[in-house]
């Protein structure tokens, strides 16, 4: 068992006040077998009310509605839990499912359903293009080292590159391009394995740092497979999710799983930008 600190801060700047509709605040991390949280701060500038609910997938959800208008809004979260390694994957596969291609037992396929289902149904030729050196269908490989080896072809053949803008890059813009953010990285391997059948979801939260490792917030896609359940995979640091990554929402697409979404009101040239900062520490 592990003891780790989070602090997340995000401000953003206006040159005058403006008025803040709703929010959605996505800090706080899913709970469950491998991770307690021990204890949670929530502050917000300017004043609010807020209120929590879980949302389909289980992540707790801040909804937050303001009181008055502001030239700054802040949301800083400080959250200490405690985490532990989970089994290996490989050795927990169903025997039915270790090598691929295989099928989802019949009391699986109907809740796996939306996780099978592109989210990019145009990008299918260029993933097939792609993803021939990997795989080619009449093949019979095992499915934990075809898992692990797409993992480490994103990490290997694209280039990470930080971006500060909104939304990911499609997965045909992230081959074109050759480069990309972790959240491209997640969408893109989370896109090819619904290509090959599996089912698969978009992971936020927070990663511990080490020398050469790209994320803090970070990104990263989980795979549904039988025996084992969800596993995640790190195509920006070449990983499986472990102790060090700290899931906090899960989403069939990523736009449900941003840290921080909502708008506001005011004269078009008032926003003046944002920071962030987040510290994942050893406590």
């Not at 502001?70 to 089994?87: T, W, Y």
């Not at 691929?100 to 809740?111: G, T």
């Not at 050469?212 to 070449?238: C, I, K, M």
């Not at 736009?255 to 003046?272: C, D, R, T, V």
């Amino acid at each position: 068992m592990q003891r780790k600190r989070i602090i997340h801060s995000t401000v953003y700047h206006y040159s005058e006040p403006v008025t803040f509709h709703q929010h959605r605040i996505l800090m706080r991390p899913r709970e469950g077998h491998d991770l307690r949280i021990i204890n949670t701060k929530l502050e917000i500038e300017p004043a609010a009310n807020v209120r929590w609910l879980r949302d389909i997938e289980g992540n707790s959800v801040a909804i937050v509605t303001f009181e008055e208008k502001a030239d700054r809004l802040k949301v800083l979260a400080e959250i200490d839990v405690d985490v532990s390694d989970d089994n290996p994957i490989e050795c927990l596969i169903d025997p039915r499912a270790r090598s691929y291609p295989f099928q989802y037992s019949p009391d699986e396929q109907v809740e796996l359903v939306p996780y099978r289902l592109p989210s990019y149904p145009y990008d299918g030729l260029a993933l097939h293009d792609w993803l021939r050196e990997l795989y080619q269908p009449g093949q019979i490989v095992d499915t934990f080292q075809l898992l692990c080896q797409l993992n480490t072809r994103i990490f290997e053949s694209l280039t990470y590159m930080s971006r500060d803008t909104m939304g990911v890059q499609l997965p045909h813009q992230t081959l074109a391009l050759g480069s990309g953010s972790c959240r491209d990285y997640a969408v893109l391997m989370m896109e090819a394995v619904r290509y090959w059948g599996f089912a698969s979801r978009f992971v936020t939260g927070y990663i511990q740092m080490e020398a050469g490792q790209h994320g803090a917030t970070h990104a990263w896609t989980e795979v549904y497979l039988p025996g084992s359940g969800w596993r995640g995979f790190d195509p920006t640091n070449n990983k499986l999710a472990s102790a060090e990554h700290i899931s906090v929402a899960v989403a069939r697409e990523q736009e449900k799983a941003a840290p921080l979404s909502g708008s506001w009101e005011g004269p078009s040239h008032a926003y003046q930008g944002i920071e962030v900062s987040v510290q994942v520490v050893a406590v």
